[in-house]
Structures are given as C-alpha cells and as structure tokens.
C-alpha cells in the first residue's frame, strides 16, 4: 500500500510540474577553463570553424573600461587566440551566412554600454581572426545605440536569411523594450543596422537572451522576474507568448540563457541560475504537445559549486575533447569560462543528439557507412585568386554498391548553386570537380559552401571554404 501511495504521489507531482522540479542534480566536472581575462568575464559565444571543428573558437566578453575591457577568443584547449582592446562590453553573440556584397560571412556582434553601440565583427576562417566591420558612419542606428546598450542576442530568418540584432538596455528610460535591428550591407566591406521594431514590457532589466532560429522564438531573462518568450520573427508580431522560470523564489534569479538543439526541434532551454551555482535545464520543445509549456528537467552543477552568470551551448562535434558539442559557462571567481563536454552534462537524465549546422547539411552519422563514404574536397579553402586562374576542388566518394549519386552545391541559405553529377554509378571511388561557378557558368561569391552526396536514401554533407 506504501508503494502504491508514492507511485502515485509520485505520478500526481509529475503531472503538475513538481515532481520534475526536484529530479537529481546532475554534477559535472568542466573538461578545458579557458585562460582568465583582466576584469570581469560574463558573456561567451561559440564560433564553430566551417570545415574544422577543431579550430572552433570560444568568444567572451571582458567588461573592463578602456584597455581593461575587450572582446576575447579562445582556442577549445583554452588558450587565448585574440583580444580586440573595448571599452565596457557586455554581452555578445555568434550567427553564420550574412550576406555582404559577394561574401557570406561569419559575424560576432556585442554591445558597448558606455558608447551607446552594437559593433559588428567577421571572423576571417582562415586566420581565425575578427575584424571590425561596423559602418563608422553616425547614421548607421548601431552606432546610436539607446543609453546603456546591455543584452544581445542575433536571430537569422531561415525563411529569407535576414539577420537581426535584438538588444536590451540597462537604463531606466529604455528598460521596458527591446530593439529589433536588421543588419545589412553597407558598401562591400561594412554593415549598417536598420531599425525594424521595439516590443516587450519589462519592469526590470533584460540582459540574457537567446533566439531559437529554427523554431522562430526569442527567450528573454527579465532580471529578478522570470523569462519571456516572444516570436523573434517581427512579423509574427509583439505578444508575448509565455512566460516561465517562476517555479521558486530561485528560477527569478537567472542570469544566463542558451540552447541545445537537436535537429528534429528537440532539446534544452539552459537558465544560470547564481545562487545555486547551477543551471536549470528546461525542454526546447515543451511538454505534453505544447510548444509554450517548459518545466524543469534537471539542474546541473559544478564539482566545486562554482557560480556563473554567461552560458553557450552547442550540439555540433567540436574536435576530439568535445566529440558530443559541449557548453561554455562563465566562471564568476577565475574570470574566465568553464567548457564542459555534452556528455558529461546528459549523462542518464538528458539527450545526446549530434548535430548540423544549417538546413542544407545532413548528419553524417544517419547515413550508411557501408553504402557511401564521402571524403573532404581538397583542396579546401578552394581560393579563386589561386596562382593558375583556374579555381578547381577535387570531391572523393566511394560506393560500396551500385546506385544512383547525386552531388550537388549548395550556399548557406540551402539553396542549389551548382549540380556536379547524377548519374547511376558503379561501385568503387569516384572523383567529381567544382570549379567555383554555379549552374549559370558564373563565378560565385567567397564564402561557406555545402557538397552533398544523395544515394538513394542515403545522405552525407560536408562544408567547404572559397575564398579570394
């Protein structure tokens, strides 16, 4: 009888929510801290090298003022790759495929609190280094900022590609909104902001949030109330959605918010949550069929309980230390941040899902390592500038069985540039060549590029580089 009455206790908190709140605290130990910056680490990013990712980056923020502040790089075993002298930075963010001129870039963007500005970076994928390309111009909305520019967070439209900056502020006349802005092309080599929208109805400060691309919401962290969840598309309109994190008087305390995301829409909504040095970890999809209704799955811990505030995660394999992605979480004591291995992190309690990086690439892991087996183009970055005129990558694949290949390029957005081959093939390698040109004969713009291997059902992706 005993049994029976906690089964059901058991049963009746899980469906009201309760029993999830208290599931077992899931302690994990980081497997790389990066090397500390000289103020206040607080925000990180994760830039994942296009062809190698083991080259990934880990971009922070050091909120120091003049030469104390900067925007920082690590290398994934923690070494410092870069730092770019700023003055009172706060939070920054990472998005692939914007468009500019003929080149689809890499961006980081961060705000500046103090100059009233959103400054836009590239990262060159071959010297693993940013660049500043923000239009210097005083129009240029990302230079004339509201005061005290604080939250940031970049959203990409899969519908269109557009990219939008949407920041919060810490002042007090500008707190109850957040800005939406449109970066876009100014000139070939710089990018201008242009204002799209303000909603929201804050009482307090936002400064944490991130923008789920795939599923179209923005997840915003009201400091000492909770998360709002709004549309990120501006065209979806202002309402908010919902609202969570009120479990206890904790959940109103998070400070940092990422997501891990599974391919087929699943995975978790992660909340910093300081004055339990951990992190909450909610469903990306919902719960019971609802999109809107997130509850608490589990909380993870550090070893040392060391407290946090910034949070990055990712699925994408990043090298041999993070084979299942991993998460980057500020470490409030070392100044610096702590990167943990996904799988430490799921252990028995969470999903461990490989990853892709845009619509067009498809996990290798699904396709049958007996029937194709795809290799690198090589060489790869393919540079159109190269010493023969003559830009030409080679693409290997073997066939372990007769079928009918089709190998095509695409761009970032997911669309088709060139088809190289469909045709019915024999078994055994086969050799296809890309000569930098789509379906027209003209040459394409520098940038990320996909080739991917269709065999009857079987397919495989990899990215390639062309540069000039």
């Known amino acids: 009888m005993k049994y029976v009455t906690r089964m059901a206790l058991s049963l009746l908190l899980g469906a009201t929510g309760l029993f999830a709140q208290t599931a077992k605290t899931i302690t994990v130990e980081p497997r790389v801290s990066t090397s500390p910056v000289i103020t206040d680490a607080d925000d990180a990013a994760i830039w994942t090298h296009p062809t190698d990712p083991s080259k990934s980056l880990i971009i922070g923020t050091d909120k120091g003022s003049n030469l104390n502040g900067g925007l920082v790089t690590w290398k994934l075993d923690g070494t410092q790759k870069q730092r770019i002298n700023l003055d009172r930075p706060n939070s920054v963010d990472v998005r692939a495929g914007l468009k500019l001129g003929t080149q689809s870039l890499d961006i980081v963007a961060v705000t500046l609190r103090d100059n009233r500005q959103v400054r836009i970076f590239k990262v ?16 240029n909305v990302l230079n004339k900022m509201f005061k005290s520019p604080y939250g940031l967070t970049l959203y990409r439209r899969p519908l269109d590609g557009a990219v939008f900056v949407i920041a919060s502020s810490r002042d ?9 802005i449109q ?27 991130v923008a789920d691309d795939e599923l179209g919401y923005l997840y915003a962290m009201e400091e000492k109330v909770g998360i709002h969840k709004h549309y990120a598309d501006p065209q979806k309109g202002n309402n908010r959605l919902v609202f969570l994190g009120n479990e206890d008087n904790l959940a109103s305390k998070y400070e940092g918010l990422a997501l891990y995301k599974c391919k087929d829409g699943t995975g978790y909504l992660l909340a910093t949550c300081p004055p339990i040095a951990g992190i909450r970890i909610y469903r990306r999809e919902g719960e019971n069929g609802d999109p809107h209704q997130h509850r608490v799955v589990t909380t993870i ?6 407290a946090g505030e910034g949070l990055e995660a990712t699925n994408l394999p990043h090298g041999d230390t993070f ?16 990167l943990y291995g996904w799988e430490d992190i799921a252990q028995e309690t ?21 029937f194709i087996l795809l290799q690198q183009n ?31 390029v695409y761009n970032v957005l997911g669309e088709e540039v060139r ?30 590029y996909f080739y991917q291997l269709r065999a009857d059902q079987f397919v495989e992706t990899r990215r390639m580089v062309l540069t000039r």
């Open 124 to 139: 060159d994928p071959i010297t693993l280094t940013l660049t500043d390309i923000t239009t210097p111009d005083t129009s």
């Open 172 to 180: 007090d006349a500008f707190k109850d909104k957040l800005w939406q």
């Open 183 to 209: 970066l876009q092309a100014d000139g070939p080599n710089h990018v201008k902001g242009v204002f799209v929208r303000a909603f929201g109805a804050f009482n307090g400060i936002v400064e944490a949030m």
């Open 301 to 306: 811990q550090d070893v040392n309980a060391v």
């Open 323 to 338: 084979p299942q992605g991993l998460v980057v979480w500020h470490n409030q004591a070392g100044k610096n941040f702590r």
């Open 350 to 370: 969470l999903t461990i899902c490989n990853g892709t990086a845009t619509a067009v690439e498809t996990n290798a892991a699904h396709a049958n390592p007996a």
């Open 378 to 408: 090589s060489p790869n970055p393919l540079s159109l500038s190269g010493a023969s005129g003559k830009p030409n990558t080679e693409i290997r694949f073997v066939l372990k069985k007769a079928g009918t290949v089709r190998l095509t």
């Open 419 to 448: 088809s190289l081959l469909s045709a019915a093939l024999a078994p055994g390698a086969h050799t296809a060549r890309w000569d930098a040109k789509d379906n027209k004969g003209a040459f394409v713009s520098s940038g990320i």
